[in-house]
């Protein structure tokens, strides 16, 4: 397994394309850690329905 660490701060307009990336490889033994530093805008939630909504929520 390896691990994918995700710095986020204020890019909600990127993330869900991001983790929607990842995702998309073709290695499937994963993990993708969320690291928000305090995003002020809607970052961390946009990050938390592309979760909601994915194959790989773990």
Avoid: F, G
């Avoid at 307009?13 to 993708?32: C, F, G, H, K």
């Amino acid at each position: 397994m390896i691990s994918i660490i995700v710095p986020l701060y204020n890019k909600s307009s990127v993330v869900a394309r991001t983790l929607a990336s990842i995702s998309a490889q073709t290695y499937t033994d994963w993990e993708a850690l969320i690291m928000d530093d305090a995003s002020t805008d809607d970052s961390l939630q946009a990050a938390r329905k592309w979760i909601q909504t994915s194959a790989h929520p773990e």
